[in-house]
């Protein structure tokens, strides 16, 4: 049976500012991507979203970003690979320790906003992110954009990697993502995006902003947790694909 693994954003809430509907959306994914406190995220909320991750058995992940609490990690920030590789090891070893203390562990990571997207095209990056998670534990999953320079350099890391695709995103012909700055980057219609998902999974395929097919492999489907609609998207979304007889699940557990 074909499986993809749903995985969302969480734990993106900041000290009394709170950022999507996390309890709720845990209940229909099967990995959560959980803020190191970089881009968003502390240390009170890292440990209460790894307590309920744990209790609803989703997997646990790191999403280390830019330090761009005001930007959401999503502005670029300009630094050296070493400082890339520094940030990556800081924030997944905060996270691991939060699920220590909570009696459970990481088991994947995956970069946040400018930096994975930067790190889907630029090799430098790319090898600081991989060579770090590599470092931190060889047994991590790294999730990376399908197709992506990040994606490489993690196999060439020895890592086990997971290809994401999004579905409420656009897609450029070289197989990026279409810049969020640009009007076209977000697709508003659910139908649509539920469509380009079943695609992707079955036939690995999708239509990039110019009408031509892109080959693309989907290990797992990124939900973004601090949309107002998240909770919602995950819901049909999940539905959509076990009435397609797509099994809900990390495939590559199972290797």
Not at 52 to 78: C, Q, S, T, Y
Not at 98 to 109: F, G, L, N, Q
Not at 209 to 217: A, L, N
């Amino acid at each position: 049976m074909v499986s993809v693994d749903l995985n969302c954003d969480l734990g993106e809430s900041y000290g009394v500012f709170k950022i999507g509907n996390d309890s709720e959306v845990l209940k229909h994914i099967t990995s959560a991507n959980i803020a190191c406190g970089y881009h968003a995220g502390d240390h009170n909320v890292m440990m209460e979203t790894v307590k309920m991750a744990k209790a609803h058995g989703v997997k646990i992940g790191a999403h280390p970003g830019f330090p761009d609490l005001h930007g959401f990690g999503r502005r670029e920030i300009k630094m050296s690979a070493r400082e890339i590789y520094n940030l990556t090891v800081y924030q997944i070893g905060a996270l691991a320790a939060a699920a220590k203390a909570c009696d459970t562990s990481i088991v994947h990571v995956k970069p946040h906003g400018a930096l994975y997207n930067i790190a889907a095209k630029n090799r430098t990056v790319a090898e600081a992110i991989a060579r770090a998670v590599a470092d931190v534990d060889s047994n991590l999953v790294l999730f990376g954009l399908a197709g992506s320079c990040l994606v490489k350099l993690g196999k060439e890391a020895g890592l086990q990697v997971a290809q994401e695709v999004f579905a409420d995103r656009t897609y450029q012909p070289d197989a990026t993502l279409t810049p969020r700055s640009q009007a076209n980057a977000m697709i508003h219609d659910e139908r649509l995006a539920m469509e380009r998902v079943i695609r992707m999974v079955k036939e690995g395929k999708i239509a990039a902003v110019d009408g031509t097919d892109i080959d693309i492999q989907a290990d797992t489907i990124c939900i973004h947790g601090d949309e107002p609609q998240a909770l919602d998207f995950a819901v049909k979304l999940k539905e959509t694909l076990l009435s397609e007889g797509i099994e809900v699940g990390r495939s590559w557990d199972a290797k």
